[in-house]
């Protein structure tokens, strides 16, 4: 999937006015992720992504180890949505990784959602991904 592509379906699904919202939604979204998952998890998804979008999903010296009720807490505060605006920044977290998912292998997802499921409430960042039976390109996402 190229940039372009991904920046259209993140505007698309989560309904975003402009492009740059949805660049922004994903640089704050994989910015944030970035920084709970291992170093190796985030540069094999990083690698799968367009140049412009792995870049977020930078290489971080220490993995905190939160769980999703401050993953979200983070996105609002870096996202400047209000408290009443809380369940579109859980969407929009959630659309971004629905986008993320159709980009690269099922074994990096495989390998993201073991990392980070420890806790059962990280699910809830795969609520889009789960919801959907989607056509499995072998080529793509075999790995």
């Known amino acids: 999937m190229d940039y372009d592509t991904f920046i259209g379906e993140v505007q698309n699904r989560g309904q975003f006015p402009s492009r740059e919202d949805a660049v922004r939604t994903t640089r704050i979204t994989l910015e944030t992720l970035s920084q709970r998952i291992e170093p190796g998890g985030a540069e094999n998804i990083g690698a799968q992504l367009p140049g412009e979008i792995g870049r977020f999903l930078?290489?971080?010296?220490?993995v905190e180890r939160f769980e999703w009720t401050e993953f979200?807490?983070?996105?609002?505060?870096?996202?400047?949505?209000?408290?009443?605006?809380?369940?579109d920044a859980v969407h929009h977290?959630?659309?971004?990784?629905d986008v993320v998912e159709d980009a690269v292998t099922v074994g990096a997802i495989e390998d993201l959602r073991d990392q980070i499921s420890a806790a059962d409430d990280w699910n809830e960042l795969f609520v889009l991904v789960d919801q959907e039976e989607k056509p499995v390109d072998e080529e793509q996402r075999s790995g």
Do not use: L
């Open 72 to 87: 979200i807490d983070r996105i609002v505060e870096k996202g400047n949505y209000s408290e009443d605006e809380r369940g």
């Open 93 to 97: 977290t959630r659309v971004v990784m």
């Open 58 to 62: 930078s290489k971080v010296d220490t």
